[in-house]
T-cell receptor, first 110, second 113 residues
């Protein structure tokens, strides 16, 4: 399977920006995704980016893609306590299979 | 929220016993998926279905079987549960394969003692 790596934990203060990073190995990925998982719940899609794009912005969320380095990041502006959750990046390969990262647990300190 | 339910939500079973988890959807989506979530591994695809009676293996299919006799139901069976199958299992659905969003169920926590 593909390797999708994330750091496990991130802690930020309320109002600051959060940056969650992800690296992947499949250079032929077609789409890359960010999902959010709140405690006791399933995953919820936040945003996705097509592999030929460099950036996508959606309200407080900014996704940056460096295809050369196979690096994806999610920036959350003005982070709120409700943003505390686990964030997963995922890639869609050319066989239409999803591969998820290990998840980053974001803690927002009031 | 997409209409996806999973049953049971929690189960404790003994090694060697058979276990069946059920995923039920009311969205009439064609694709259904079973994932397991484990610390340090994220989500890994077990099996998926692309139509009634049409299924295929995912990344970690050994020890699991699936069946889909109706559009709305996708069953995951552990024929003889092992402790390594202790995990949280998520069902997901999507209208089509590829970029289309996968909607996830609430999960089933399975403990094999």
């Amino acid at each position: 399977g593909e390797d999708v790596e994330q750091s496990l934990f991130l802690s930020v203060r309320e109002g600051d920006s959060s940056v969650i990073n992800c690296t992947y190995t499949d250079s032929s990925s077609t789409y890359l995704y960010w999902y959010k998982q709140e405690p006791g719940a399933g995953l919820q899609l936040l945003t996705y980016i097509f592999s030929n794009m460099d950036m996508k912005q959606d309200q407080r969320l900014t996704v940056l893609l460096n295809k050369k380095d196979k690096h994806l990041s999610l920036r959350i502006a003005d982070t709120q306590t409700g943003d505390s959750a686990i964030y997963f990046c995922a890639e869609l390969d050319t066989g239409n299979q999803f591969y998820f990262g290990t998840g980053t647990s974001l803690t927002v300190i009031p | 929220d997409a209409g996806i339910t999973q049953s049971p939500r929690h189960k404790v079973t003994e090694t060697g016993t058979p276990v069946t988890l059920r995923c039920h959807q009311t969205e009439n989506h064609r694709y259904m998926y079973w994932y397991r979530q484990d610390p340090g591994h994220g989500l890994r695809l077990i099996h998926y279905s692309y139509g009634v009676k049409d299924t295929d293996k995912g990344e970690v299919s050994d020890g699991y079987s699936v069946s889909r006799s109706k559009t709305e139901d996708f069953l995951l069976t552990l024929e003889s549960a092992t402790s390594s199958q202790t995990s949280v299992y998520f069902c997901a659905i999507s209208e089509r394969q590829g970029i289309y969003e996968q909607y996830f169920g609430p999960g089933t926590r399975l403990t094999v003692t």
